[in-house]
């Protein structure tokens, strides 16, 4: 009986798989490993990879895919995210001993010996392993590190880019990537201990953090701009576009290891804050909710009852701690009171007043309600306690996300009462209201 019932299990398999389309897009940002192109992407590429091995027709994989993704994406140029269809790729499942699915192996410092990923299946457990590995993988190659064959020591100068008051603006403020800003002077004995500890850095970040170089006594103008008054003067250019007030100081040692750790920690904080939407439609909640482990649900007061003074208030609070939780990859949204009602109704929010708060699990169908201050302080509290695996949790009411009205999104502005209706008094006849009276 057992074999019978294996052997139906293998055939519905069979039958659903061809029926499954890849988990992954060619518009994903999870890379889609063959056997053709495996060795040569992952196995002698210098990049640490993240590699998920999937079966399209495995319930536990098609969950995974919004938080794979989103850790993809979060890691994009800085670690390497793909996946494999063992489906159709048998042979390289079993060359790395995949027994079920989702198995997902971290490929660091020894392509050969990869990590199996044990961690929570959400996209901030796969970023923490990713960046361990990362870092585990260029401390092996530094000085005093473990590396097999080679130079210990091995670096290019090339790799430190040379930064000039016209090239500055373009390579650095101009630039998507993080970079380190070295400001020197050719004759300053502290800058010339620094270079091969740069240069070292320099080629063990490449493809992460980008390494300048100025001379200050030169290109002076950059120099003056940035406060350089002493050499070295080691400054941070945060990822993204920049402006000249971007600038952060560096506060690491001066060692290669130093500089590694301190730019991949950086890196690691520079995950970029969630944007705090207005429910205007059903695929905003879902967005929200539906791809992120938990959804934080505001409802704002009516705009006659709060104004945009007020409003805005209550948005930059929301937002300075979006930023503060950014590494939970949560989903932020709020809605106007009155606007949402079955949304207030599924969370029970709203009935103590306005603005109030509820923080959904989607996958569990379970929300926690906010029962403090609705400030900073009451708020972060809250979210701390969740954050924790504290707290109180009860079921959504229909055990589903509830239907959303479409409406306009809030324009920034002040609310405007209706206005009065005027009534014309020119046909009423005084006399016959006195007679009626």
């Known amino acids: 009986m057992e074999r019978s019932s294996g052997i139906v299990f293998i055939f519905i398999g069979l039958l659903i798989a061809p029926l499954s389309l890849a988990l992954y897009d060619s518009g994903s940002d999870v890379v889609n490993l063959t056997p053709t192109n495996f060795d040569r992407l992952v196995v002698q590429s210098d990049s640490v990879w993240v590699v998920e091995f999937f079966a399209p027709w495995c319930g536990h994989c098609q969950q995974l895919v919004p938080e ?7 890691l994009k140029a800085i670690v390497k995210v793909g996946g494999v269809n063992v489906d159709e790729h048998k042979a390289l499942g079993s060359q790395y001993s995949v027994q079920g699915f989702p198995t997902i192996k971290i490929f660091g410092a020894d392509k050969r010996k990869p990590e199996d990923y044990k961690g929570p299946r959400t996209a901030q457990g796969i970023i923490d392993a990713a960046f ?3 870092r585990s993988k260029v401390n092996s190659q530094l000085p005093g590190g473990r590396r097999s064959g080679g130079d210990q020591s091995k670096s290019d100068p090339k790799d430190v880019i040379e930064l000039t008051d016209s090239n500055f603006d373009s390579l650095v403020l101009d630039s998507d990537d993080m970079w380190l800003v070295e400001f020197f002077a050719p004759w300053c004995g502290h800058c010339k201990n620094l270079a091969p500890h740069w240069a070292r850095a320099a080629t063990e970040l490449k493809g992460k953090v980008k390494l300048g170089a100025l001379d200050a006594t030169v290109h002076t103008s950059k120099a003056q701009q940035y406060g350089v008054n002493s050499y070295p003067t080691i400054k941070l250019f945060p990822s993204g576009r920049k402006d000249a007030g971007s600038a952060v100081d560096f506060t690491g040692g001066r060692t290669s290891s130093d ?5 991949l920690d950086r890196l690691a904080e520079n995950v970029p804050p969630p944007e705090i939407k207005q429910v205007t439609n059903e695929a905003v909640l879902k967005e929200a909710c539906e791809e992120h482990p938990l959804c934080v649900v505001s409802i704002l ?4 009852d709060c104004q945009s003074s007020c409003r805005n208030e209550y948005l930059d609070i929301l937002q300075k701690l979006g930023d503060k939780y ?6 932020w949204v709020w809605a106007e009171a009155g606007a949402q ?3 207030e109704s599924a969370l029970e929010i709203g009935g103590f007043g306005y603005p109030a708060m509820a923080v959904l699990n989607h996958k569990k169908m379970k929300y926690s309600i906010l029962r403090g201050a609705f400030s900073y302080d009451g708020i972060n509290e809250f ?6 695996g504290r707290g109180n949790t009860s079921p959504v009411k ?6 959303v009205a479409t409406v306009e999104a809030w324009d920034g502005k002040d609310g405007q009462p209706p206005p009065e209706e005027d009534i014309d008094l020119s046909d009423v006849d005084l006399d016959d209201l006195k007679d009626e009276l």
């Open 326 to 331: 950014k590494k939970k990859m949560w989903g």
């Open 383 to 388: 979210l701390r306690d969740l954050s924790y």
């Open 68 to 74: 794979y993704s989103k850790a993809a994406a979060a």
């Open 259 to 263: 500089i590694v750790n301190w730019a």
């Open 132 to 134: 361990s590995a990362l």
């Open 301 to 304: 007061p009516y705009i006659l």
């Open 398 to 403: 229909g055990a589903a996300l509830p239907s």
């Open 341 to 343: 009602p079955d949304l």
